[in-house]
């Protein structure tokens, strides 16, 4: 049985390197760092839990780099998530698009603040113990998913969601809210589901 030696082991071995690097960083998780959000975002998602009563997101991490305070392992149970996604321009600004807290026990009210984060587009806060009503706030979104099904929401459902027209989904589904369905949710040209 011959060695190698010379160049052939020096590239046999910077392959072995490399390839070791890769799958450590497959097995243990760890991503490449991305772009971090803009500090009014980082406050954003802080009064955010705040108003939810969310209280296991570690702000020393950065919600963008898909770590598991972010993501939770089981975020694609149809029952239960824990997951915050970005998206990122050019490698080193972010911003949140698509947040989802299903089944979090979370007992406080329909935050306002989600209205100070520019890009999102999904909000998913189904069968929590939220209460109160839609925030006024959430008119000025983009939003073309909101599900707030399962809560104890109340009240009429609000007028201004018909002008909130990048909606393709709507979940409002058993919560306790009261009155006629608002006819102003007939302006929802891109709505798919209610």
Request: overall charge positive; proline content about 6%; some cysteine.
């Amino acid at each position: 049985m011959s060695m190698m030696n010379g160049p052939s082991s020096r590239l046999f071995f910077f392959f072995m390197v490399i390839l070791s690097t890769f799958l450590f960083l497959q097995i243990t998780g760890i991503q490449a760092q991305v772009g971090l959000l803009p500090p009014n975002e980082v406050d954003a998602l802080r009064q955010i839990a705040k108003q939810l009563g969310k209280v296991d997101w570690n702000f020393s991490l950065n919600p963008c780099d898909g770590n598991p305070n972010w993501r939770s392992p089981w975020g694609n149970n149809a029952q239960y998530s824990n997951v915050v996604n970005c998206t990122c321009s050019s490698g080193d600004v972010c911003h949140v698009v698509y947040i989802s807290l299903k089944g979090q026990d979370l007992a406080g009210v329909l935050p306002p603040s989600l209205a100070k984060l520019p890009s999102i587009k999904i909000i998913d806060l189904s069968y929590n113990y939220l209460s109160g009503n839609i925030p006024n706030e959430w008119e000025s979104t983009n939003l073309e998913k909101l599900s707030v099904t399962g809560n104890r929401l109340n009240g009429s459902i609000p007028t201004f969601l018909g002008n909130i027209t990048t909606l393709g989904y709507l979940g409002l589904e058993n919560n306790m809210f009261s009155g006629k369905v608002p006819a102003e949710l007939g302006k929802l040209k891109n709505l798919n589901r209610l």
